[in-house]
């Protein structure tokens, strides 16, 4: 009986131990954790019971003491690691310590379920050890984390067919994403992609933007390097709908959100101009973007009437020349106090832009708000053929002092009709950048570019949403040491730290052998 007793003490310690740190570290564990912790507990008092009537001894009463207050320490470090779980599992909180941010959602991301309007649900078709599910289910979490419209499941096609026939899944590693009955497949596992299936399947119906042809304006179904391709597909994969407009019609389809004028070659027509005058007096939204060396008088007019002046000029800026190779590309990275460049951080490279000006000088409570200017080493070179030769030489009295301002936004508001005088009044909307090869698929994807022409078309879309720094491809970041810092790091935690607990034992033995 007395083998027994010793026996359950420990016991009930470490059963106590145990259950308290699997309930309390291990949350899917659950309530079964709380067995062991009870048995424990149970133990650890039949114990102290057991030692307190047992023999009177000094020798006896002293093991009791040390029996009891480690029981009591036991019992107290259960009852904070049960305590811990119950914060943890009401109040969770993350973070990302990495310097790219690359386990972090982006802005953009944030901001869209922020705003979900109803449930999301993804079903995923994954084998158990197939390649990605791990990196996709962390990137689930951390979407579920963010909003608890999102909810998701995987399952191994294999083990349920059954499901994977009511999906009609014909591939591994597919991804179903529901939504108020709607339903979008993805096999990438990209957060871009992600969130791209969240808009499409909790949008109802897609804002179309139409892109103006017929005067040499470049095209969104040109792949080449000097075509909108890439622009297209980006902005149909943030759930818009994007049509060509050929000219010389009568009226813009009243379904527009936004009119795309991409780097016109000719000018347009009068009655084309009136007819998008018409549109925005009705509360449209157009982007405008022009080229340097282009006659366009009947555009400028337009813009002009908006505060924006298109200037007959280049911007040369020496920086761009160590940044993009030659001195026509103008850097950007400064923004206008604007909802369009909130919390915009990355530079943008505008191949040969047209320097503009805002008439109101800028001010955002007539409207004008200027959206990016290069830097104070640039300036606008009015000389064109002198830039067509190749020579540049900032004269000051005529060429145009930098910071050189590239991208203009305005906007009026449009007073409601009589018919519905309490209707919220709209605002028509103008953005004019100072150059189209930005856009372009040769510079669609450089730095900033992409995020800065989606952007501006959100804003005039009046999708606040869509408004932000969009997820970027994660970034590996290899630890590269020489051969000497690896034989450090195996000498050292392999060997050194190992070798010195010994030699710290190795002394605390012979000290105790010659105080003996």
Known sequence: MQRIMKIIGPAGLVLTLVGAVTYGILSSSGPLALLPLAAGLALVAISVVSSLRGDRTEGSRRSARLGINAAVSIIALAAILVFLQTIVSRHSGRWDTTANKRFSLSPQTAKILDALPRNVSFTCFFKDAAPGRKELEDLLKSYAAESPRISYAFIDPDADPSAARRYKITQYNTIVVESGGNEEKLVATTEEAVTNAI???????????????????????????????????????????????????????????????????????????????????????????????????????????????????????????????????????????????????????FPQARALRSTSGGDPAAGVTVLASTGASAYGETDLEGVLKGRTQFDGERDIAGPVDVAIVASREIPPVLAAADAKPRRSK??????????????????????????????????????????????????????????????????????AVLLAGALVVAYRRRSD
């Open 430 to 499: 103008i953005a004019a950048f100072g150059d189209s090869d930005f856009a372009s698929n040769a510079y669609f994807a450089l730095s900033g570019n992409k995020d800065l022409i989606l952007n501006t078309i959100g804003w005039l879309a009046e999708e606040e949403d869509l408004i932000a720094v969009r997820a970027r491809d994660p970034v590996s970041q290899p630890v590269i040491i020489s051969v000497g810092q690896g034989k450090l790091v195996f000498w050292l935690p392999v060997v050194g730290l190992p070798a």
């Open 199 to 349: 808009l499409k399947v909790t949008r109802d119906r897609k804002k179309i933007i139409y892109v103006l042809a017929g005067h040499g304006e470049k095209s969104i179904e040109d792949a080449e390097p000097a075509g909108l391709a890439q622009l297209r597909a980006a902005v149909e994969a943030e759930s818009y709908e994007i049509r060509p407009l050929l000219a010389l019609r009568d009226t813009i389809p009243g379904d527009c959100a936004v009119l795309l004028v991409a780097g016109p070659e000719k000018d347009l027509f009068p009655e084309e101009i009136r007819m998008i005058e018409r549109y925005l007096a009705a509360g449209g939204a157009v982007l405008v973007l022009v080229d340097p060396m282009t006659e366009i008088p009947g555009l400028a007019g337009l813009l002009a009437s908006y505060g924006i002046e298109t200037t007959n000029s280049v911007v040369v800026d020496r920086f761009g020349k160590l940044l993009a190779g030659n001195y026509l590309t103008p850097v950007v990275n400064a923004y206008g106090n604007h909802p369009i460049a909130a919390n915009f951080r990355h530079a943008s490279f």
